[in-house]
């Protein structure tokens, strides 16, 4: 039996520091080093990450990795299409994104052993699998996500969050210990509607700025609570004035405020993305990427195709395909593609047999990733599955190795030690290898 | 068995001579036996002036008396040069004090052994630090066991894995235990030696020796000491600043550590000890051990380890400026947590604040005991009686008051609800419901404690098993029952020997094995749902083993109790483990059962704990009032672990009523209690009073209407203001604790959240009732200033506010006041 010598998992009150001095990123300069030895660009490519959680566990058959010389009870009743990659194939609803594959990359060699949703998204979701076994429905949280890590080590410009979650936060997106701080922003209501506001930066309806300016007023006139200046009392009042300071900026900034806009947007670029929620969300998170938002993530429900897989999603497919390529040109002819980072995934892939009820079920031996901007290479895809998808063939990437990912694109050192409220030390990520060919 | 370091406790003896000493210039250790040819020993020099001692090791002068016998380096440092006895002299300021020494072997080199000279030098370089070889899967292939605590392990480590490259006995000096920390081969940690250091050549000769293990008849450590144990110093001049500059006398403590043996031997081993300060602002320590004051007075633990063991000393850093004794006799005392906070404050040179005006004293109150704001009349009413007593009827009225349960048993949801998608919404039903229950019936803590532990019977009956239901491994429940009723952090002894206490996996698992006999009935756990009934009971039969070595353990507490000796009896074989558990938690004689439930309770009223965290007591993290620590504690359990009766006595201290303002004199003190230390209300309370403000409930759905936040029994009760203030959340786990910062989302909701909006502005809400009624708008800002500050506004406020509304609609004045009040520190804090 391996004994287990020390806790990486993260406890919020445990150990104090002694004798755990961090010896600092070696790891992660050289991994700058390379990477800038490689492609030639600056070390941290991506100002910004936009997430699509594809939740439930997209089935990679029916979207990037079509399996059309296995059985037909695991190949299903979707044809392969070509993209304009040689040689890479996208099954046939993913239009769009077929005809944009130079600029994506197809990640099919990530695999885990977390075959249930609460661990699955726990360990996608923040790079490190669950302490403890969790079952399909648990909403856990063990370590902190991607987007907090992003938020407490990015922060954002102009007062405005820094981690955005529409329209609502995924399972483990928390920020664990980081604290309240870092947990994303929800924007829930529906950007597609007429009357869409972002809630709480935007003055509530029926409040006038002039009114508003006028309650500021006399808030500052009412306001006389005795302030303790000197900075070793620590008093927790001139924290709240500065987050209200920061709020008056945000909701006062021009820049903010029209990144919360949405009906700014011409109805020629809002029908590109498609008038539906996913639609505009993803032209809101556009939006937020120009306002210097570093990350957000777009929560997607309803990939858990037990049943009716095929009749789901020739529904669903088209508009979602145009919807995500959408974004990636628009992106790119704004010429923020190559600092913006997109991600689409979900907790996992799907069963290789189709089953009795037509659908397929959770399978963490494979799944398809989809990674483009940030110098990210296109044209290509990384490793493959064997040839009816059960698992990949040669080397496979963990989800360790996706995390490093996304955090060295964003300039944050996979190696890093953060330490919880207690003192106790935890990497951000176990294993801070990045998957090499998304690196550039 | 074990040194248990409470039993050290916090020594507080500083004692000032009544007559004055002539000076006294004293060398530690004054006398000392050094053994084989790399021993050393580190001296401190101390002159005592006035009866005060300070470390004058720096700026004495050393000499050697005995050349042939021993040498001394310029900052102390003792090493052989032959054998027999020698004497080395200090001298400062023309003083002259000496040491004596015994040299046995000085001209040879004693065999270097595994685990009593490799270990401590590859702990004292780091390389078994969490961040380096420490940690789980090791560094670049190469891994040892965090801090060295596994010798078997780690010895495999280096002599046999890597194809024995990474020691070299043929060649030792080519070994890469020893090119890569000198950098002679990469390494990803660094340089980390030179040749010259002696750890170099002990490391050297072991692997010339063919790298020996330690004999299993060698002496075994039994202890270490760390002198001096505890020391007032003066703080450093600021403008001194960090670098360390020049000497400033009486800022700075050199340590010195000495390990005992069980041969009765002892060795210093100062220079492979490791240091860490607790709070290191107000004394920092450095690799050598030497304590340096900071500018600001306080206190400090300075820990030291090494290998397994930890000595502490506690630094004392009083204001310069003297206080004169009556000023701190003239103080009111209510009771002895006066007494005692006074003494503290005493020995810092700090005096306390004023004491807070009637309407602080009231609104703080309400919002300690019952968690609401008092309403307008309950203010005027208080404000308006004149007689003497009214603070302590105030507090005997609010704990009789329906509100009081369904307050604490919130903060015991905080540490106890599980998540509902785990164990099923009924449970954590049932399981409220038993909180809510215990404190309506103020029942006393330990029978609380015991009916949780030894709890049996249906999760959908009895709240108490819940946790039995939650939490399915021994392990588990270890963990959680040490840190709630303990104040014992055990999560690191799971997996290795704790790193910052005495506890190793043995003492987790034979603790854990209270646990091995629980028996489940039922429907277990079927994650989302979970939905089914499970009852708890104890199995005739169930072990838990040691995850290493299998080995079943017997149950057995963590520590034997200081009443009896040797460890607790053991339960008979037909009883539940739990109960022997249970009683042995609940014992007068457990030292940390009383103390951590009473530093919850001091925290929340006092805005900070005696420890900090709260449930983290340990000899390495003592309380900043010991006395008072143990004083509460002991109050706690003669008043049969009554909660309204300690809350009774807390609250009517002179302390409990200070006002939040510091003097110039202690508005640096954050950890003594000479002010009140403000703190944001709680998400549940600030929603619960928005509501009452403005008059109109918070709608939560499936609760019945008008249900208080407060009374919510699961977070899946959906609330934008309770997650962005910060309500623990069980989905995460362990459960994410209690935020109580503030954060722009939070300015954000309060300003412009639409719910509240619609509160403020709602036709049938306050404002609209006061704007509509025949109230004169002076006697509208009264109110409003009662609702949300409760207090009357002073005349310049009640002037300007008036101000406000002339040629604005009432009912919008009426509206915008409001809003601006709630928007306030005044409303958001607890001052």
New interface residues.
């Given amino acids: 039996m391996t004994i287990q010598k020390n806790c990486l998992g993260v406890s919020r009150r445990d150990c104090l520091k002694l004798g755990l001095t961090a010896l600092g990123g070696t790891g992660f300069v050289e991994m700058l080093r390379l990477q800038a030895q490689g492609s030639g660009t600056s070390a941290a490519p991506a100002r910004s990450c936009i997430l699509i959680w594809m939740d439930g566990g997209p089935t990679h058959y029916e979207t990037f990795d079509p399996k059309p010389d296995a059985p037909a009870e695991i190949r299903g009743d979707f044809q392969p299409i070509q993209t304009r990659t040689t040689g890479v194939y996208y099954s046939q609803h993913m239009q769009r994104l077929a005809g944009i594959s130079d600029k994506t990359a197809i990640v099919r060699s990530i695999r885990h052993d977390q075959g249930n949703h609460g661990a699955g998204n726990h360990y996608m979701m923040t790079g490190a699998p669950p302490r403890i076994p969790v079952g399909c429905g648990a909403f856990v949280s063990f370590h902190p996500s991607l987007g907090s890590v992003t938020a407490h080590e990015r922060g954002a410009p102009h007062g405005l969050p820094a981690y955005f979650s529409m329209p609502s936060m995924s399972r483990s997106g928390g920020p664990n210990f980081l604290g309240a701080r870092y947990a994303p922003f929800i924007v829930d209501d529906n950007p597609n509607s007429a009357d869409f506001r972002v809630r709480d930066v935007a003055l509530p309806r029926g409040l006038s700025e002039g009114r508003f300016d006028s309650r500021r007023e006399i808030r500052s006139e009412v306001d006389r609570m005795q302030r303790i200046a000197d900075q070793e009392a620590g008093d927790p009042v001139n924290a709240l004035d500065e987050h209200y300071q920061q709020g008056y900026n945000l909701i006062r900034s021009r820049e903010a405020q029209a990144a919360f806009d949405i009906h700014r947007e011409p109805n020629r670029v809002r029908e590109q993305y498609g008038r539906n929620p996913f639609g505009q969300r993803a032209l809101l998170a556009r939006r937020l990427v120009e306002a210097g938002v570093p990350f957000i993530t777009l929560y997607d429900g309803g990939w858990d195709h037990h049943t009716n897989v095929f009749n789901s999603l020739t529904q669903r497919l088209p508009s979602w395909d145009a919807t995500v390529a959408t974004l990636i040109e628009d992106l790119d002819q704004r010429g923020m593609l190559a600092s913006t980072m997109v991600i689409a995934l979900g907790e996992f892939g799907r069963t290789p047999q189709v089953n009795r009820d037509a659908g397929r079920d959770h399978w963490s031996n494979s799944m398809s990733v989809l990674f483009a901007g940030a110098g990210t290479p296109g044209n290509q895809a990384i490793g493959a599955t064997d040839v009816r998808g059960y698992s990949p063939v040669g080397r496979t990437n963990s989800p360790e190795n996706f995390a490093s990912t996304v955090y060295l694109k964003l300039g944050i050192d996979p190696g890093k030690i953060l330490y919880t409220p207690q003192g106790r030390p935890t990497h951000l990520v176990s294993e801070t290898e990045p998957i090499r060919e998304l690196m550039g | 068995m074990r040194n248990l370091p409470f039993l050290v406790g916090v020594l507080l003896l500083l004692s000032i001579p009544l007559s004055v000493h002539a000076d006294d210039l004293t060398v530690s250790p004054s006398d000392a036996t050094l053994r084989g040819k790399t021993a050393r020993q580190r001296l401190i020099v101390t002159l005592t002036k006035d009866g005060k001692a300070s470390d004058r090791t720096r700026d004495a002068r050393f000499e050697s008396q005995t050349p042939n016998v021993v040498a001394v380096s310029a900052d102390g440092i003792v090493t052989p040069t032959g054998d027999g006895s020698g004497t080395i002299i200090a001298k400062v300021d023309g003083i002259e004090t000496r040491a004596t020494f015994k040299v046995i072997d000085g001209k040879r080199d004693l065999p270097a052994t595994f685990e009593k000279d490799v270990q401590p030098i590859l702990?004292r370089m780091?390389c078994n630090?969490?961040?380096?070889h420490?940690?789980?899967?090791?560094q670049n292939g190469f891994?040892?066991?965090?801090?060295g605590f596994?010798h078997d392990?780690d010895y495999a480590a280096i002599s046999q894995e890597a194809r024995g490259r990474r020691v070299f006995p043929a060649s030792p000096a080519n070994s890469l235990l020893l090119l890569k920390p000198i950098g002679e081969m990469p390494h990803?940690?660094?340089r980390r030696l030179y040749k010259s250091d002696p750890h170099y050549s002990v490391l050297l000769r072991w692997i010339t020796a063919g790298m020996p293990r330690t004999p299993q008849e060698e002496p075994v450590l039994e202890r270490i000491t760390v002198e001096p144990t505890e020391r007032l110093l003066l703080p450093s001049p600021p403008w001194r600043g960090a670098g360390g500059e020049g000497l400033t006398p009486g800022a700075e403590q050199q340590l010195v550590i000495t390990a005992h043996y069980s041969d009765k031997t002892s060795a210093d081993v100062t220079h492979l000890t490791?240091f860490?300060s607790?709070e290191s602002v107000i004394a920092s320590v450095n690799a050598d051990g030497r304590v340096k004051a900071g500018p600001?007075p306080g206190e400090a633990a300075i820990?030291a380890?090494f290998m397994e063991k930890f000595a502490v000393c506690n630094i004392v850093i009083p204001l310069p400026k003297s206080v004169p004794a009556e000023v701190y006799a003239k103080l009111p005392r209510k009771n002895f947590i006066d007494e005692l906070v006074y003494a503290k404050l005493q020995r810092l040179g700090i005096t306390p604040s004023e004491p807070c005006g009637d309407a602080t004293f009231h609104r703080r109150a309400y919002l300690d005991v019952i968690g609401r704001l008092p309403t307008p009349e309950e203010t005027k009413a208080f404000l308006a009686d004149k007689s003497a007593d009214k603070r302590a009827k105030l507090i005997d009225a609010l704990l009789d008051r329906p509100e009081y349960p369904d307050h604490w048993a919130n903060k015991w949801a905080d540490l106890m609800r599980p998540?509902p998608?785990?164990v099923g919404i009924k449970a954590v039903f049932t399981l409220d419901a038993f909180l809510r229950d215990s404190f309506r019936k103020n029942k006393p803590y330990d029978q609380f404690v015991k009916e949780i532990v030894t709890a049996q019977g249906s999760t959908w009956q009895n709240g108490a098993v819940v946790m039995f239901r939650d939490r399915r491994e021994p392990a588990?429940l270890t963990t959680m029952v040490s840190?709630l009723f303990l104040g014992v952090?055990l999560?690191?002894a799971?997996?290795?020997h704790?790193?910052?206490e005495v506890y190793s996996q043995d003492d987790f698992y034979s603790f854990a094995a209270h646990f091995g006999r629980i028996g489940r009935k039922g429907t277990g756990?079927?994650?989302?749902?979970?939905g089914s009934e499970e009852v708890i009971f104890t199995a005739p039969t169930g072990v838990v083993k040691h995850?290493?070595s299998g080995k079943i353990m017997p149950a057995k507490p963590l520590f034997p109790l200081s009443a009896s000796p040797g460890t607790a009896v053991p339960g008979l074989a037909d009883e539940d483990p739990r109960r022997d558990l249970a009683a042995w938690l609940t014992s007068e004689h457990n030292p940390y059962f009383a103390k951590v439930a009473v530093n919850r309770i001091w925290a929340d009223l006092m805005g900070r704990g005696l420890v900090e965290?709260i449930?983290?007591m340990r000899a390495?993290?003592p309380p900043s009032n010991g006395p008072l620590l143990d004083a509460l504690a002991d109050h706690f359990r003669k008043v049969g672990y009554d909660q309204k009766k300690l809350l009774r006595t807390i609250m009517t201290s002179h302390a409990y009523g200070l006002s939040?303002?510091?003097t110039k004199q202690n508005?640096?003190d954050?950890r003594n209690y000479s002010r009140h230390y403000?703190?944001?209300l709680r998400g549940e309370v600030l929603l619960d009073t928005m509501s009452d403000i403005t008059g109109v409930p918070e709608a939560f759905s499936a609760a019945p209407p008008r249900t208080r936040a407060m009374e919510l029994w699961t977070v899946r009760t959906q609330s934008?203001f309770l997650?962005?203030?910060?309500r623990p959340?069980p989905?995460?786990?362990?459960?994410?604790?209690r935020?109580?910062?503030?954060?722009?989302?939070?300015?954000?909701?309060l300003?412009?959240?639409?719910k509240l909006?619609?509160k403020v502005?709602s036709a049938d809400g306050r404002a609209a009732a006061l704007a509509a009624s025949k109230k004169t708008t002076p006697e509208i800002v009264d109110d409003l200033y009662l609702l949300v500050y409760c207090r009357y506004p002073t005349d310049t406020?009640r002037g300007?506010?008036v101000c406000?509304f002339e040629g604005v609609p009432r009912r919008?004045a009426t509206e915008?006041?409001l809003?601006?009040?709630m928007?306030?520190?005044?409303f958001?804090?607890k001052?």
Wanted: charged share 20%; aromatic share 6%.
């Fill in positions: 702990a780091g630090a969490g961040a380096c420490g940690k789980q899967r090791g891994q040892l066991s965090l801090l596994d392990f990803g940690g660094g490791m860490q607790n600001l820990m380890r998540n998608y785990h588990e840190q952090r999560e690191c799971k997996c290795h704790h790193p910052f756990i079927s994650a989302p749902i979970s995850p290493t965290p449930d983290d390495t993290n939040s303002i510091p508005v640096g954050l403000r703190q944001r934008v997650d962005s203030f910060g959340d989905n995460q786990d362990p459960p994410c604790e935020m109580s910062e503030t954060s722009v989302v939070q300015a954000l909701h300003m412009n959240s639409p909006h619609a502005t406020e300007n506010a406000r919008q915008d006041l809003w601006a009040l928007n306030t520190p005044e958001v804090f001052d």
